[in-house]
């Protein structure tokens, strides 16, 4: 008798707690019938997104939701992002945070999404605004770092640093997608900035370690004399300076973008001059955060930026 009115009080307990005001709990429970958030990101192959999938791990846990992560291919894998929000369009999941392969070509399903009832957070890579406003795709917060800024701090480093004239090229990500293009418009101003460097090529490899690297190849082989480089993410750099090893190239100047630990290597090694902490974590748990926010009826910013930093030797500990 003294056992099961022990298990009476105890459950007595546990409903009135229950009841509390700020009582809840900060992560789901097994069986529990918390929110499921989809978490859709370019790809894994990229330790930037890694890292973006760990900050949205913690504010899964801290917020108390069911986080669903689904990825494409490759960064350039768009048709695949467009087929993930469609299944979850089906799934009715609670709501989707989504890094977008493309600024332009995920709207029409996110809108769908949208008018199914489903709060959407833009991070990473900005949808574009006219095309969203043109198809109805209205209050969508997006998180992200300045990419224009991050670019320019991370050009500007390597400008800086050139001796006499200098000729400089860009290797750019996805055309069309903000992001890529913000970089490229930074970076651009700060070679503007120095008098004595003339930027003497623009190609795109795509975000890609391969495709940076044989790109780089390409690029040299034109113009032998570049001794600055910038490239619009680690990976792309990470190619080059693979390359310019081969090639015996040692002169030439690289700055990447991401802070990814093999770039950090680099960077501490001499290889690669400055990166830029865009905070992939931070961007992927405010992402959560605020998709939670929007199912408890807040409003969170419609536009929120994360600090950028940039890494060089002189700042690593």
């Not at 099961?4 to 546990?14: C, D, K, P, S, W």
């Not at 504010?59 to 992002?81: N, Y």
């Not at 670019?151 to 640093?161: D, F, K, Q």
Request: aromatic fraction near 4%; charged fraction near 25%; charge should be positive.
């Amino acid at each position: 008798m003294l056992n099961i009115r022990r298990i009476l009080l105890a459950v007595l307990v546990l409903l009135v707690w229950s009841g509390v005001p700020g009582g809840e709990a900060t992560a789901a429970s097994p069986g529990s019938q918390a929110p499921t958030v989809g978490l859709v990101m370019k790809t894994l192959t990229n330790p930037f997104f890694v890292e973006m999938e760990k900050g949205a791990r913690r504010a899964e846990k801290e917020f108390g939701v069911r986080l669903r992560v689904k990825t494409g291919a490759k960064e350039t894998s768009i048709d695949q992002q467009i087929a993930i929000v469609e299944e979850m369009i089906r799934e009715k999941v609670a709501a989707i945070v989504i890094a977008p392969g493309s600024s332009t070509e995920l709207v029409p399903v996110l809108k769908k999404a949208q008018d199914a009832g489903i709060p959407i957070v833009n991070i990473d890579n900005r949808l574009d605004p006219g095309l969203s406003k043109r198809m109805g795709l209205r209050d969508v917060p997006f998180v992200s770092g300045d990419n224009v800024q991050g670019a320019y701090l991370s050009a500007a480093h390597i400008a800086r640093m050139a001796v006499g004239p200098a000729k400089a090229a860009l290797l750019e990500g996805i055309r069309g997608a903000a992001n890529a293009e913000q970089r490229k418009q930074g970076a651009l101003k700060a070679f503007a900035g120095q008098k004595q460097v003339t930027v003497v090529a623009m190609e795109t490899a795509n975000w890609k370690i391969d495709e940076a690297n044989a790109v780089a190849a390409n690029l040299f082989k034109e113009q032998p004399d570049i001794s600055l480089l910038f490239c619009a993410n680690d990976m792309m750099a990470l190619g080059a300076i693979e390359y310019l090893r081969t090639a015996g190239k040692s002169h030439v100047l690289v700055a990447g973008y991401d802070a990814l630990d093999e770039a950090l290597r680099a960077v501490r090694e001499g290889k690669l001059q400055a990166t830029i902490d865009q905070q992939a974590a931070q961007q992927g748990f405010i992402g959560v955060r605020y998709a939670v926010d929007l199912l408890k009826g807040r409003r969170p910013p419609l536009e929120t930026f994360v600090e950028v930093k940039l890494i060089t030797r002189a700042t690593l500990p």
